[in-house]
T-cell receptor
Framework: DAKTTQPPSMDCAEGRAANLPCNHS???????VYWYRQIHSQGPQYIIH???NNETNEMASLIITEDRKSSTLILPHATLRDTAVYYC????????????FGTGTRLQVTL | ETGVTQSPTHLIKTRGQQVTLRCSSQ?????VSWYQQALGQGPQFIFQ???????GRGNFPPRFSGLQFPNYSSELNVNALELDDSALYLC??????????????FGPGTRLTVT
């Protein structure tokens, strides 16, 4: 499994864009990049995933660099409810859907 | 709401006892994964069941075992409980059409305390 590096914490003002970086320099060609978040005392929530193209859904956008060694999750207009721990997880298509969670980034959205 | 339910919500057991945790997967999902989350850490993969068979296991001892039923619900059993087993136990369901792909939908978890 590819190793990931994420900043331990970030702050964002409500209404502003939150940009959460993730370094996955050892990612292999068949590993997708998945993002999940975990709001306090709840189960993790799937956000978005991608292979090499940028992706967007109703929750967020995912920007993956051309060399695939890093990615950025963008929450375009952060709200207080987006306060959570965000996990970047490379996932091999050959594994049994095992998600390997690191320590993630604790995002605090403030007024 | 993901449609994944777990029971019980909280549980207190004594060291050496056995415990069974239950999970009902989201409608249409045939794959269930179990994770253990100790306080302040990320979830750790225990094992996964796909169509009633174990389909991958993490670094957990054999006293952690599971079952998946024909309706795709699942149980996690832990024998000979140890203090370090105190954690939040999460189950996640997914549609395992393609091996290794597919987002997982997590339940709210069962908080197990071993005293």
């Amino acid at each position: 499994d590819a190793k990931t590096t994420q900043p331990p914490s970030m702050d964002c003002a409500e209404g502003r864009a939150a940009n959460l970086p993730c370094n996955h320099s050892t990612i292999s060609g068949n590993e997708y990049v998945y993002w999940y978040r975990q709001i306090h005392s709840q189960g993790p929530q799937y956000i978005i995933h991608g292979l090499k193209n940028n992706e967007t859904n109703e929750m967020a956008s995912l920007i993956i660099t051309e060399d695939r060694k890093s990615s950025t999750l963008i929450l375009p207009h952060a709200t207080l409810r987006d306060t959570a721990v965000y996990y970047c997880i490379p996932q091999d298509t050959g594994t049994a859907s095992k998600l390997t969670f690191g320590t993630g980034t604790r995002l605090q959205v403030t007024l | 709401e993901t449609g994944v339910t777990q029971s019980p919500t909280h549980l207190i057991k004594t060291r050496g006892q056995q415990v069974t945790l239950r999970c009902s997967s989201q409608s249409g999902h045939n794959t269930v994964s179990w994770y253990q989350q100790a306080l302040g850490q990320g979830p750790q993969f225990i094992f996964q069941y796909y169509r009633e068979e174990e389909n991958g296991r993490g670094n957990f001892p054999p006293r952690f075992s599971g079952l998946q039923f024909p309706n795709y619900s699942s149980e996690l059993n832990v024998n000979a409980l140890e203090l370090d087993d105190s954690a939040l136990y999460l189950c996640a369901s997914s549609l395992g059409v393609r091996r290794g792909l597919g987002e997982q939908y997590f339940g709210p978890g069962t908080r197990l305390t071993v005293t």
